[in-house]
């Protein structure tokens, strides 16, 4: 145990301190201020934004390890999972992106089949409520992430999503 928290604890460290880096080159990032570009599609927005998020994620990683080294447990099944999230994402972006599909479609189908594997491999039959609903539930949360992750870049950062 103690070396998986040390394991963890370095990636924390590693998502931080990359997190930094790249919050570091987007601000440095010329942002076209003369050429008159919207400040909301200036180059280095999105990167800064992920360079933030990796921090901040790469913290609750820390966190969370420093956690279980003070007596909490571990998830079981970290490693399959991370196979698995992996899995479906490269699917996501090899199978589905750029094949016909409208955006806010794919990414509807990705974020529902993701957020249900993931919801039943954490069912309590017992406690939770039954798996229609859990169903109803993730399509909905899949079809409005989707709908406003797709408004969010085409009306606000001005990309074109295919």
């Known amino acids: 145990m103690e070396q998986k928290n040390r394991a ?35 180059p280095g927005l999105m990167p ?7 921090i901040v994620f790469g913290a609750a990683l820390g966190l969370r390890a420093l956690a279980q080294r003070a007596g909490g447990e571990a998830p079981a099944g970290g490693g399959k999972r991370i196979a698995l999230a992996l899995a479906l994402c490269f699917g ?3 199978g589905l992106l750029g094949k016909g599909l409208p ?3 794919a990414s509807s189908a990705f974020l529902f089949v993701a957020i249900l594997v993931f919801r039943i491999l954490d069912h309590d039959v017992e406690n939770d409520p039954p798996l229609r609903r859990i169903a109803l539930s993730t399509l909905a949360i899949a079809l409005a ?9 085409e009306q606000v950062f001005l990309v074109r999503l295919p």
């Open 48 to 54: 800064g934004l992920l360079g933030a998020l990796m």
């Open 8 to 42: 963890e604890l370095i990636g924390a460290a590693g998502w931080v301190v990359f997190g930094a880096a790249v919050l570091i080159a987007s601000w440095r990032m010329d942002r076209l201020a003369s050429l008159s570009i919207n400040p909301w599609s200036a």
């Open 92 to 94: 996501y972006a090899a």
């Open 103 to 105: 955006f806010w479609l």
């Open 145 to 153: 992430a989707s709908l406003l992750i797709a408004l969010l870049f």
